[in-house]
């Protein structure tokens, strides 16, 4: 069976601090990986792609991958309150069938940002 | 204005009805999807489609069925042979891989 591992958290940090989310994932084979985030009661929305080995900036935010560790992160610089929120790794993998490519989620991390 | 919208919000049944939840798009994405997500829970795929009159089953597919007869909309629906479809479902349409969500509607059955 296919994986994404997230640790669900909770996770605290004061505001102002960088937030440090991690992600794991069973396919070597993957070649694309995302960040999503969820507000409470609210639907995914997707705050970072990321394609190959390396960092990616996107104003706050930073994803970094790592193919042979088959680990992905997602930092948050100058956290507000405003981030808290369930963050979503998903990543492209061989479908449960085998038949295909889908984006698996994991169960995601709850990030509280603390005033 | 594009995007994705979903509905109802929010949806209510008794236990042994079918039920149809709806998802429209007009981004002009090609590939549809529908999710299921369980308090605390990731998403869980229940069927895709990539084009116009065809769709496949994702993870969890039993007690569901869908359709795609145009290529902006793929209705889902909940079966009475689904044991417990009370959950959030999301619908997704998908472009060069990257995935966007509509809004969601929430299924209680009782």
């Given amino acids: 069976q296919k994986e994404v591992e997230q640790n669900s958290g909770p996770l605290s940090v004061p505001e102002g601090a960088i937030a440090s989310l991690n992600c794991t994932y069973s396919d070597r084979g993957s070649q694309?990986?995302?960040?999503y985030r969820q507000y409470s009661g609210k639907s995914p929305e997707l705050i970072?792609?990321?394609y190959s080995n390396g960092d990616k900036e996107d104003g706050r935010f930073t994803a970094q991958l790592?193919?042979?560790s088959q680990y992905v992160s997602l930092l948050i610089r100058d956290s507000q309150p405003s981030d808290s929120a369930t963050y979503l790794c998903a990543v492209n993998m061989i479908s449960f069938s085998g038949s295909a490519r889908q984006l698996t989620f994991g169960s995601g991390t709850q990030l509280t940002v603390l005033p | 204005d594009g995007g994705i919208t979903q509905s109802p919000k929010y949806l209510f049944r008794k236990e042994g009805q079918n039920v149809t939840l709806s998802c429209e798009q007009n981004l002009n994405h090609?590939?549809?999807y529908w999710y299921r997500q369980d308090p605390g829970q990731g998403l869980r795929l229940i069927y895709y489609s990539q084009i116009v009159n065809d769709f496949q089953k994702g993870d969890i597919a039993e007690g569901y069925s869908v359709s795609r007869e145009k290529k902006e909309s793929f209705p889902l629906t909940a079966t009475s042979a689904q044991k417990n479809p009370t959950a959030f479902y999301l619908c997704a349409s998908s472009i060069f891989g990257v995935q966007y969500f509509g809004p969601g509607t929430r299924?209680?059955?009782t």
């Fill in chain 1, 48 to 50: 970072m792609s990321i």
């Fill in chain 1, 32 to 35: 694309s990986f995302f960040w």
């Fill in chain 2, 107 to 109: 299924l209680t059955v």
């Fill in chain 1, 66 to 68: 790592n193919k042979a």
């Fill in chain 2, 30 to 32: 090609d590939a549809m």
